[in-house]
Each structure stands twice: as structure tokens, then as C-alpha cells.
């Protein structure tokens, strides 16, 4: 069974959509193939559907999207029973995928990219996290409407999807590639107008690029932003890099500004 859950849902059995068009069942199918391999509780799944108001039916109508969903895993096995790839357990359902998902592969190329990083090895990192983020297509489950189950992981899912991209970044700035990361840097510091080290990490590409004015000038937005929206000053880290982009310091800070 191949999984994509990293964009648009996409479920297949033997190279056949078994991914329902029908929104409930389509989120029943989303949070089992979030958790392959692992039994989803009933009263997870009836969480995810109908918040803390199901109806009396909600076990009786669960069961029936799990049929909806054999029904088409059925139609993709040709032989075989549907019974054994959406299992019935006990107090759950299991889908069983036989196989990896999309967001399995994310985290261990992120891993490796981490642990790439932590060795210093850079040009591993950069690649093992540029591979990672090669696997997203647009927002995880993006054709899906979202319970609170699901809101909660596509919302973790986001986060690691946004900190495996601040670490390639950080990779990319020690190989030299400051230049190569202005464009991209405008677009994220645009979409993530209070996030310090994006911000950071756009200083520092600007001031090596010989544009310390476009550098101050991305220090001053983040500023704005964040004694508007918050009410408090960038962090000393940010001061301090900005203080050395104002005296035209030979050497910039280290681009590991994660640290403290």
C-alpha cells in the first residue's frame, strides 16, 4: 500500500485509489493512514469525526465508513480479503500498508539531516533535508477536512516541515550558498513575518551578499512585527547580529543561531 499524506491524500492498493470522495469516510481514511501499522482507537476516530458531540449512531455510522472503505480496498485487491489490510481489533482498526508512507520517509531523511548537522557534515545535511522537503506537494492533508485529531498532527507535521527547512538553510549558509538563498529567503520571511531565525538567516545571506542596508532594513520588519503582534523586542541574538551588520564586521556571527 503506498501512502501520501504530505499534500493532497492519497491512499493506494496495488496502484489503485482506494481514497473515498466522500468527506467522512475520506477523514477516517486520513487518520488510519497517519497511524499504518498502529491501532487507532474507535474513540479517537470518533473524536476526529464529530468533536465532543457525537451523535448516539457515531459507533453504528463508524462502522459503516469502515465498510465504505473495505469496499474499496476490495475493488483494488481483486483477491484477497479487504478484512486483513483494515483490520478490526479490539477497542480499534489498524490499516495495515505493508510498505513505507511519504511522511515515514520525511522524518528519516530528517533524521539523518540532523544528525548530519550535528557532525558538522553540511553538504550531507543540505542534501538529506532538500530530499525531505522534495517529498511535501503543498499543505499535509490538504483535501481533507480536519478534526481536532488531525488538526493537531497536520499542525505537527507543519512545524517539522518548517524546522527540516530552517536547518537546510542553516546547511546552505555554511556551504556558502548565500546568494542561491536570497530569493527563497524573501518568499519565507514574507509568509513567516515573526519568525527570528528565518529572519536571521536572511541577514546574514544579505550582508555576505554585500547588502547590509537589505539586511538592516529585514531587521527593522521583523521589529515592527514583533512589538506589534507581541510586544516584544528580537531576541539578543538578533540584536547582536544586527549590531555586527551595522558595524560591516569582517566576520558575521556564526549562522547557528538556534543556539542561545
Known amino acids: ?14 496502484g489503485v485509489s482506494v481514497t473515498p470522495t466522500a ?44 465498510l465504505q472503505l473495505r469496499e474499496c480496498i476490495g475493488r483494488a485487491l481483486g483477491q484477497g480479503d479487504a478484512k486483513d489490510v483494515l483490520m478490526t481489533l479490539p477497542g480499534g482498526y489498524l490499516l495495515v500498508s505493508g510498505a513505507d508512507s511519504d511522511v515515514r ?13 550535528d557532525a558538522e557534515s553540511f553538504a550531507e545535511a543540505a542534501g538529506r533535508l532538500g530530499e525531505a522537503l522534495a517529498l511535501w506537494s503543498g499543505t499535509a492533508l490538504a483535501d481533507v477536512q480536519h478534526g481536532p485529531l488531525l488538526r493537531t498532527e497536520v499542525r505537527r507535521l507543519e512545524e517539522s516541515r518548517l524546522c527540516a527547512l530552517d536547518q537546510r538553510i542553516e546547511a546552505d549558509l555554511h556551504l556558502g550558498r548565500h546568494r542561491e538563498l536570497l530569493a527563497e529567503l524573501t518568499v519565507l520571511t514574507s509568509r513567516h513575518p515573526a519568525h527570528e531565525n528565518l529572519h536571521a538567516q536572511f541577514m546574514v545571506a544579505l550582508a555576505r551578499s554585500g547588502r547590509r542596508g537589505e539586511a538592516l532594513q529585514a531587521y527593522a520588519r521583523l521589529r515592527t512585527t514583533l512589538l506589534r503582534d507581541q510586544g516584544l523586542e528580537p531576541s539578543p541574538r538578533l540584536q547582536r547580529l544586527q549590531h555586527s551588520v551595522q558595524a560591516a564586521a569582517a566576520e558575521l556571527p556564526g549562522v547557528s543561531l538556534l543556539a542561545g
Do not use: C, H
Request: charged fraction near 25%.
Open 1 to 14: 500500500m503506498d501512502i501520501d499524506v504530505l499534500g493532497a491524500l492519497a491512499v493506494r492498493e496495488n
Open 23 to 66: 468527506p467522512k469516510p475520506r477523514q477516517v481514511l486520513a487518520l488510519l493512514a497517519l497511524n499504518a501499522d498502529r491501532v487507532v482507537p474507535v474513540t479517537d476516530l470518533i473524536e476526529e469525526l464529530w468533536g465532543d458531540n457525537p451523535p448516539r449512531s457515531a459507533r453504528t455510522t463508524l462502522q459503516t465508513y469502515v
Open 105 to 117: 520517509r520525511f522524518e528519516r531523511l530528517v533524521g539523518e539531516g540532523y544528525r548530519a548537522m
